[in-house]
């Protein structure tokens, strides 16, 4: 079974604050992250992915990854009310008899407040 | 515009009753999923698909098949629904079915009565 896990929250944090979400995997041979958005009502939408070790940032998000711990984390610079959403963290399924296959954790519910 | 479309947005079906979810994807990706989002369970896969003509189970595949006849088309059926299934069905695609991120639908919300 593989697992991915997050802190459930709710994570609060005030804005213009860094917010930090972290995700641990089980499967050491994962090659692939993503990090989806979800607002209340809607659809999972990509904000980030990230395959390599280290960070990777685009704009106010900054994605990290640290293999050998297996640990990947999203950082949120400047938090506006608006990123009040629910992440959820994805992991790709490693083998060809899985190709595509990600593994959701249950997600971490996040609140900036003003 | 491009994406995933999916109908119903909502319904409400008798127990015992077939219901087929529509997807269709007008971005040409292979891989097209179907998950099911149930609070404090997260996102769980029923099927998938990996190219047109191909199908594979997910991790609650019991009680729903696909079919994959084109690149553009994924639906799920309910062959005979039971309140279990009452949830947020959520269809996604992605380019090749390896590294590629996943694309979502805005969902289907399913009750079972």
């Known amino acids: 079974q593989k697992e991915v896990e997050q802190n459930s929250g709710p994570l609060s944090v005030p804005e213009g604050a860094i917010a930090s979400l972290n995700c641990t995997y089980s499967?050491?041979?994962?090659?692939?992250f993503f990090w989806y958005r979800q607002y209340s009502g809607k659809s999972p939408e990509l904000i980030m992915f990230i395959y390599s070790n280290g960070d990777k940032e685009d704009g106010r998000f900054t994605a990290q990854l640290n293999k050998a711990s297996q640990y990947v984390s999203l950082l949120i610079r400047d938090s506006q009310p608006s990123d009040s959403a629910t992440y959820l963290c994805?992991?790709?399924?490693?083998?060809?008899?899985?190709?595509?296959?990600?593994?959701f954790g249950r997600g971490t519910q996040l609140t900036v407040w003003p | 515009i491009a994406g995933i479309t999916q109908a119903p947005t909502s319904q409400i079906l008798a127990a015992g009753r077939r219901m087929t979810l529509r997807c269709t994807q007008d971005?040409?990706?292979?891989?097209m999923y179907w998950y099911r989002q149930d609070l404090g369970l997260g996102l769980r896969l029923i099927h998938y698909s990996n190219t047109a003509g191909t199908t594979g189970k997910g991790e609650v595949p019991d009680g729903y098949s696909v079919s994959r006849a084109n690149t553009d088309d994924f639906p799920l059926t309910l062959a005979s629904a039971v309140p279990s299934q009452t949830s947020v069905y959520f269809c996604?695609?992605?380019?090749?079915?390896?590294?590629?991120?996943?694309?979502f639908g805005d969902g289907t919300r399913l009750s079972i009565l």
């Open positions: 996604a695609s992605s380019e090749v079915g390896g590294d590629e991120p996943q694309h």
């Open positions: 499967d050491r041979g994962s090659q692939s």
């Open positions: 971005m040409r990706h292979n891989a």
């Open positions: 994805a992991v790709n399924a490693p083998g060809s008899s899985t190709l595509g296959r990600l593994y």
